[in-house]
C-alpha cells in the first residue's frame, strides 16, 4: 500500500470512529432537561427563589410578578436527579422539589412551572393547563 492510501485510510478510520464516539453519546445520554419557574402569586410581590441540586447552587433570584427564571441540565443516567428551591415572598418559607427526575421525567423534558400561594403548579402538556398542583413541602 502507498503511503497517500495508508493516509486516506488513517484519516477515514479516524472520521468514522469519531462519528461512532458522537453517535453513542448521542444515544447513551439522557436528552437535557429545561425547568421554568414563573411568579404567579397574584399578589404584586416578588419571589426569591434559591435552587439546588447535591452538587450544584444555582444562586438565588428575585423575580417580580409574573417573570421567570430557568435552567437547564443534564439529568443522570441512573435517575436520580433533583432539584430543589426554597420561596420567599411577604416574610414566608416555603420550598419545593422542582425536578424530581423520578416524577417529571415522563411528563415533561422542558418543565413548566407557576408558583402560587397554595403549592407550585406544573404545566399539563395533555390538558395544556397548570393543573399539576403540590403543596408546599413540610419541614423535616
Not at 441512573?78 to 411577604?90: D, E, I, P, V
Not at 427526575?101 to 415533561?108: A, E, G, S, T
Request: aromatic share 14%; net charge negative; proline share 6%.
Amino acid at each position: 500500500m502507498n503511503p497517500s492510501s495508508q493516509n486516506l485510510l488513517l484519516i477515514s478510520c479516524l472520521l468514522s470512529l469519531t462519528l461512532l464516539f458522537i453517535a453513542s453519546e448521542a444515544i447513551f445520554l439522557p436528552r437535557k432537561a429545561h425547568v421554568i419557574i414563573s411568579n404567579d402569586l397574584n399578589t404584586g410581590s416578588d419571589l426569591t427563589i434559591h435552587c439546588k441540586s447535591y452538587d450544584d447552587d444555582l444562586g438565588v433570584w428575585v423575580l417580580p410578578p409574573n417573570k421567570d427564571y430557568e435552567f437547564t441540565f443534564r439529568p443522570i443516567i441512573l435517575g436520580s436527579t433533583l432539584y430543589y428551591c426554597s420561596m420567599q415572598w411577604n416574610g414566608g418559607f416555603h420550598w419545593f422539589d422542582i425536578y424530581d427526575q423520578k416524577r417529571d421525567r415522563p411528563l415533561c423534558s422542558r418543565c413548566l412551572w407557576k408558583v402560587r400561594p397554595n403549592g407550585p403548579c406544573m404545566f399539563n402538556y395533555e390538558t395544556t393547563n397548570y393543573d399539576i398542583c403540590y403543596p408546599w413541602k413540610e419541614d423535616a
